[in-house]
């Protein structure tokens, strides 16, 4: 489909064809960055709670939100606060980009009826 639409492979032609306004290299970046920052983090956040609990070994359902001392957000605001203060301190370029989707009301994690629990979505 992709090759007789004039795209070079299938991810291209997708982009285009779900009017994404970021490119398959800036998925590449937040992935980099996910692994640079997050998974550290993360892990070491799994060792703590596999000491603490005694766990043998961890793994990533060992930890749910409940078992941290306290929420880490009380609101939709809070939440996108804190979102956008770990991007200010990891990376500009992402920073930047949730700032502009922030400001054009692009992001919808507030609950309501009919959307699951804890569900978000970013147009």
């Known amino acids: 489909i992709a090759l007789h ?31 640079k920052y997050v998974v550290p983090i993360w892990k070491r956040i799994g060792s703590l709670s596999k000491k603490n609990h005694g766990f043998k070994t961890y ?16 609101n939709a605001i809070d ?11 990891t990376d500009l370029y992402f920073y930047e980009k ?3 989707i922030r400001k054009a009301g692009l ?7 009919n959307k699951a629990p804890g569900a978000a979505c970013f147009t």
């Open 5 to 35: 639409a004039g795209f070079n492979n299938y991810g291209e032609y997708a982009f285009k064809q779900k009017n994404r306004d970021y490119s398959i290299d800036d998925c590449y970046k937040l992935h980099e960055s996910i692994e």
């Open 59 to 74: 793994r990533p359902w060992d930890l749910t939100p409940c078992n941290l001392p306290k929420a880490p957000f009380q």
């Open 79 to 89: 939440l996108l606060n804190g979102v956008e203060e770990i991007f200010r301190k």
């Open 98 to 100: 949730f700032i502009h």
């Open 107 to 113: 992001i919808d994690v507030e609950e309501r009826e």
